[in-house]
């Protein structure tokens, strides 16, 4: 079988089963996003069966579990309208091909260079954003205490920079400043999951301030690793920083 059709046929069984949870009752949908996700995670490694290997190229896995948790979370967050979860469930199921392959060219790019390897990583830097903004939704949605809110925004974002960061060198083994790095950043995204703890802000517009502080982190450090880290590329990423922080300022609700 072709790897064309097993994606198709990942995707298809994986949009499947976001239907069949929706009939699932309510006290068992966490535990059924779970066996989702690890439903993703077996497809995948059957889709890209080949390029895998005991290394860091299991990393490839990472954005597509995360993209079935985050979308999983969000879903059961949505009106039970079917014309709210049909779109959702369209772009999942793209998002899921969309993945497949792009998780298909790393694997590639991980033994030999190819030519579609920076688009690969364009469009994995765009999934990384939306995964973000989905799983930081559903975190501040749960509305839990201060330090589980910035664990898991910890935990997701370690995890969002980790597979980010390797799509650059494509390495089969990591290394101490690449841990370190990847870390540093996620300690800042759980800094700013404790500032907005206090801060008046929408569980949306939370949501959104994360994720730019994932795109600024995520893209000067990718850039760092392509070795084109210039001045000019520093302004525009704090630009849109600033931005973002003075639309969030601006969007709270201030009051006793």
Not at 26 to 42: A, D, E
Not at 71 to 90: D, E, H, K, Q
Not at 136 to 157: E, G, M, P, Q, Y
Not at 185 to 202: E, K, R
């Amino acid at each position: 079988m072709s790897k064309r059709k097993k994606f198709i046929i990942t995707s298809v069984l994986l949009s499947l089963g976001f239907i069949g949870i929706s009939y699932i009752e309510n006290q068992y949908r966490f535990v059924s996003i779970g066996i989702l996700s690890l439903l993703t995670i077996i497809l995948f490694i059957w889709s890209l069966w080949e390029g895998l290997g005991k290394n860091m190229t299991l990393t490839t896995l990472l954005l597509p579990l995360l993209f079935t948790l985050g979308v999983g979370l969000f879903w059961f967050l949505l009106p039970a309208s079917i014309y709210a979860r049909i779109p959702v469930l369209l772009f999942y199921g793209f998002g899921v091909y969309t993945l497949c392959l792009t998780a298909n060219i790393y694997t590639v790019g991980a033994i030999r260079t190819i030519a579609l390897l920076r688009a690969a990583r364009g469009v994995g830097f765009v999934f990384s954003l939306i995964t973000s903004f989905l799983l930081f939704d559903a975190i501040l949605s749960l509305r839990t205490n201060l330090l589980t809110t910035a664990a898991a925004a910890a935990l997701v974002s370690f995890l969002i920079f980790f597979q980010g960061l390797w799509t650059i060198p494509l390495t089969k083994s990591t290394s101490k400043t690449f841990m370190m790095t990847t870390s540093i950043f996620s300690l800042i995204i759980a800094q700013i999951a404790i500032s907005l703890y206090f801060w008046p802000v929408t569980v949306v517009v939370g949501s959104l301030f994360l994720t730019v502080a994932v795109y600024m982190l995520l893209g000067l450090g990718q850039a760092e690793l392509e070795e084109r880290l210039f001045p000019q590329t520093v302004r525009e990423y704090l630009f849109v920083g600033l931005l973002v922080f003075i639309g969030m300022f601006i969007a709270t609700t201030w009051g006793a």
